[in-house]
C-alpha cells in the first residue's frame, strides 16, 4: 500500500491564482481530512469528509472547497490564492470504524502564495 | 524541508535521560487524547493515546499521563534516543464532536544532545 499521498511536494502561487492539492488513499478508509499547518502552531481542520458524496467544514474552512467523488480522493481547492494560505498542508484518512490511532497522515504540501 | 515553525518551545536533553513534554487542554468536553511525533518534512505519526476514563497509559519507551482536574496532559518518553528528535503534539477530541475532528495543541521541540 502507497498509504495516503499528497501532490504537488511544493507550490508557488501568486494571489487571485487557483490550484487544487491532490490527495489519495489506497487503504479504503471512509474518513478524509485536510489540515493546514502555520508555522509556531499545530494542525488545524479545514475540512473533512466521511464517505464519498459527504463533506463537511472544519475549524477554517474558508477560502477553500473540497469534494469526495470516490473513496480514494479527497482534492483541496483554492479557488483565490491569497498570502494568508501560505502554509504546509497535510490529509490525513482513517477507516470509519477505527479512531484517531489509526489515523494516517501524508506527507504535506509546502504552499506559498505571494 | 521543515514543517514547522521556529519559536515552538524546546526541550533540549541528553542522550539515555528522561524527557517529559507537557500540554494543557481546554475542553471540558474532550475526552481521548493523542500524541503525535512529527520529523522535519514528514506528517505527524501516532505514537499513544488514553481516553478519559484514565489516568495513566504505558507503551514502549513512551508513558502518557492525564489529568483532567488541571486539564493537562504529559507524555515521558524513557532513555531518549537521537531519534527522538522531532516536534511532539498532543491532540485532543470529544465524542460530542463524534471525534471526527482533531484539536492540536502548539507542539514542542524535542532536541536530543549526543
Known amino acids: 500500500n502507497a498509504g495516503v499521498t499528497q501532490t504537488p511536494k511544493f507550490q508557488v502561487l501568486k494571489t487571485g491564482q487557483s490550484m487544487t492539492l491532490q490527495c489519495a488513499q489506497d487503504?479504503?478508509?471512509?474518513?478524509m481530512s485536510w489540515y493546514r499547518q502555520d508555522p509556531g502552531m499545530g494542525l488545524r481542520l479545514i475540512h473533512y469528509?466521511?464517505?464519498?458524496?459527504?463533506?463537511d467544514q472544519g475549524e477554517v474552512p474558508n477560502g477553500y472547497n473540497v469534494s469526495r467523488s470516490t473513496t480514494e480522493d479527497f482534492p483541496l481547492r483554492l479557488l483565490s490564492a491569497a498570502p494568508s494560505q501560505t502554509s504546509v498542508y497535510f490529509c490525513?484518512?482513517?477507516?470509519?470504524?477505527?479512531?484517531?490511532?489509526?489515523?494516517?497522515f501524508g506527507p504535506g504540501t509546502r504552499l506559498t502564495v505571494l | 524541508g521543515e514543517s514547522v515553525g521556529l519559536h515552538l518551545p524546546t526541550l533540549s536533553v541528553q542522550e539515555g535521560d528522561n524527557s517529559i513534554i507537557n500540554c494543557a487542554y481546554s475542553?471540558?468536553?474532550?475526552?481521548?487524547f493523542i500524541w503525535y511525533k512529527q520529523e522535519s518534512g514528514k506528517g505527524p505519526q501516532f505514537i499513544i493515546d488514553?481516553?478519559?476514563?484514565?489516568d495513566k497509559r504505558q507503551g514502549q519507551r513512551v508513558t502518557v499521563l492525564l489529568n483532567k482536574t488541571v486539564k493537562h496532559l504529559s507524555l515521558q518518553i524513557a532513555a531518549t534516543q537521537p531519534g527522538d528528535s522531532a516536534v511532539y503534539f498532543c491532540a485532543e477530541t470529544s465524542f460530542d464532536t463524534g471525534r471526527r475532528a482533531l484539536t492540536f495543541g502548539s507542539g514542542t521541540r524535542l532536541q536530543v544532545q549526543p
Open positions: 487503504m479504503n478508509h471512509e474518513y
Open positions: 469528509s466521511v464517505g464519498a458524496g459527504i463533506t
Open positions: 475542553n471540558s468536553a474532550s475526552d481521548y
Open positions: 490525513a484518512s482513517r477507516p470509519r470504524s477505527g479512531i484517531h490511532n489509526e489515523q494516517f
Open positions: 488514553i481516553r478519559s476514563n484514565m
